[in-house]
C-alpha cells in the first residue's frame, strides 16, 4: 500500500514536472513565437526603411538630375544672354556710331542754316534798305498823290462835279431787271467814249460782221442810246454783251456815266479809249475797283491809227513806186511805235490817275473778227497784236469766275 502511495505520488510528482515543463516549452514556445513576431515586424520594418531609403535614393536621384538639368540650363542660358549681350553692345556701339555720324551731319547742316541764315539776313537787310528806299518814295509819291487828289477833289468841288453814290439794293434790282440779268450766264459791257467803237468790237466778239444780221449798229455818230443787249452768236456759250451809250454826249454826262448805265451789275467791264484817258474812263475804272468787277482796257482800231502813222512816216498808198518791202518795213515800225506809245500812255495816265498798272489790250476789229472765227490768214496773222491775249484772259476769267459753267464750243472761244 505505501509503496503504491509512494508510486503514485512520484507520478504526480513526475506529472507535475512534465506539466511544469510543458509550461516551460509553451513559455519557451510563447518566447518563440513573440520574437519571430518581433523579428518580423523588425524585417517589415527593416523593409519599409529599405523601400524609404531606395524612395529617397531615387527621389535623391531626381533631385540630382533637375538639379543637373537646371544647371544645364542654366549654362545655355547664361551662354544665351551673354551672346544677347554681346550683340546687343554690338547694336550699342553701331548706334553710337550711327548717332556719330548724323551728328557730324547735323553739326554740318547746322553750320550750312546757319551760313545761309547770315546771308539770309544779309539779303532781308539789303531788301529792307531797298524796302525803307522804296517806303520813302512810296510815302513821298502819297504826299504827291495826296496833294493831287486834294487838288481834284477841290476842282470837282469847283466844277459841280458830284461823286458816284452808292446804289442801293432796289437801285441793284432794277438794274438787273433792266439789263435782264440771268444767273448762270456772264455778262460783258463794253463801254467807253462816244464813237470809240463799241459796237464794232462787240461785233467782233460775237463773231459777226458790222452788216451780217443781228449785229451791234454802227456809225460816225453815237448810234448806241440806250444799253442794248446781245446775245452770243453761239448759244452754247453762256455770254451775254452789252453795248453801252457812249459817255461825253449831252445824254450822258461824264461823272453821272458809270451809275446812270448801271455797270455795278456787269461781271465784266471792256473799257475802250481813244488817244488818251477821260475823266469818263478813270471813273469806269475806280469805280469798277470798289465793286469788284474785273475790267480790261482795251484800243481798238489799231489799223487805223497804224496807217495815220505810215502817212506821217510817209507812206503813199497810190505811190506804185513803193514796193511791197518797203511798205512792210514802213507798217512794222509804225506798229511797233503805236504800240509802245500806247502802253507808255496808258500807264502815264494809270499812274496820274492814281490807279494800279494794268494791260492795255491793242486790237483792230477785223483782226479780232477773224482771231474770234479762228480763220486767220498768213496776212492777217502778221497784223494781230494782242486780240488772241484778249480773248483767252476775257474769256478764260469769265470761266473761271462763273466755276460752274460747262466749257463753250464755238465761234468766241474757238481762238482762246
Known amino acids: 500500500m505505501g509503496a503504491a ?11 507535475n514536472r512534465l506539466e511544469k515543463e510543458q509550461q516551460e516549452r509553451d ?3 510563447q518566447a518563440a513565437r513573440e520574437e519571430a513576431d518581433r523579428l518580423a515586424h523588425e524585417a517589415e520594418m527593416n523593409a519599409q526603411r529599405a523601400r524609404e531609403a531606395q524612395a529617397a535614393m531615387e527621389a535623391a536621384q531626381a533631385e540630382a538630375e533637375r538639379i543637373r538639368r537646371e544647371a544645364e540650363e ?3 542660358a547664361a551662354e544665351q544672354a551673354a551672346e544677347a549681350e554681346r550683340h546687343k553692345a554690338q547694336r550699342r556701339e553701331q548706334e553710337i556710331r550711327e548717332e556719330a555720324r548724323r551728328a557730324a551731319e547735323a553739326a554740318q547742316q547746322e553750320a550750312l542754316r546757319q551760313q545761309q541764315l547770315t546771308e539770309e ?3 532781308r537787310a539789303v531788301e529792307a534798305q531797298r524796302a525803307a528806299e522804296e517806303a520813302a518814295r ?7 498823290a495826296a496833294l493831287e487828289a486834294k487838288a481834284e477833289v477841290e476842282r470837282q468841288l469847283r466844277e459841280g462835279i458830284q461823286p458816284v453814290v452808292m446804289p442801293s439794293a432796289a437801285d441793284l434790282e432794277d438794274a438787273k431787271r433792266r439789263i435782264e440779268y440771268c444767273d448762270g450766264l456772264y455778262h460783258f ?4 467814249i462816244a464813237g470809240s467803237g463799241k459796237s464794232s468790237l462787240i461785233n467782233a466778239l460775237r463773231g459777226l460782221r458790222n452788216r451780217d444780221a443781228g449785229a451791234a449798229a454802227t456809225g460816225i455818230t453815237e448810234t448806241t442810246l440806250h444799253v442794248t443787249r446781245f446775245p452770243d452768236s453761239d448759244p452754247k456759250n453762256p ?12 445824254q450822258v454826262r461824264d461823272w453821272q456815266y458809270f451809275n446812270k448805265q448801271g455797270l455795278y451789275v456787269f461781271d465784266a467791264l471792256v473799257v475802250l479809249i481813244d488817244n488818251r484817258f477821260t475823266m469818263t474812263d478813270v471813273a469806269i475804272l475806280r469805280n469798277a475797283r470798289i465793286f469788284g468787277i474785273p475790267c480790261y482796257i482795251v484800243r481798238s482800231k489799231a489799223d487805223s491809227h497804224v496807217r495815220n502813222l505810215m502817212r506821217e512816216m510817209g507812206y503813199e498808198s497810190d505811190d506804185e513806186e513803193q514796193d511791197a518791202r518797203s511798205r512792210a518795213t514802213l507798217e512794222h515800225a509804225a506798229r511797233e511805235h503805236f504800240v509802245s506809245a500806247t502802253r507808255q500812255n496808258v500807264r ?3 499812274r496820274d490817275a492814281d490807279l494800279p498798272d494794268q494791260r492795255v489790250y491793242i486790237v483792230s476789229n477785223s483782226t479780232m473778227l477773224s482771231a474770234t472765227k479762228g480763220n486767220v490768214t498768213t496776212k492777217m496773222a502778221k497784223k494781230i497784236i494782242d486780240e488772241f491775249e484778249f480773248l483767252r484772259d476775257l474769256l478764260g476769267d469769265a470761266y473761271k469766275r462763273r466755276g460752274g459753267v460747262a466749257k463753250a464750243k464755238g465761234s468766241s472761244t474757238a481762238a482762246v
Open 5 to 15: 502511495v509512494s508510486v503514485l505520488e512520484e507520478a504526480a510528482k513526475a506529472a
Open 27 to 29: 513559455r519557451a514556445a
Open 74 to 76: 542654366a549654362r545655355v
Open 121 to 123: 539776313e544779309n539779303r
Open 138 to 144: 512810296v510815302a513821298a509819291n502819297e504826299v504827291r
Open 189 to 192: 459791257a463794253v463801254a467807253g
Open 239 to 250: 455770254f451775254v454783251w452789252y453795248d453801252i451809250p457812249g459817255a461825253g454826249t449831252l
Open 348 to 350: 502815264e495816265n494809270l
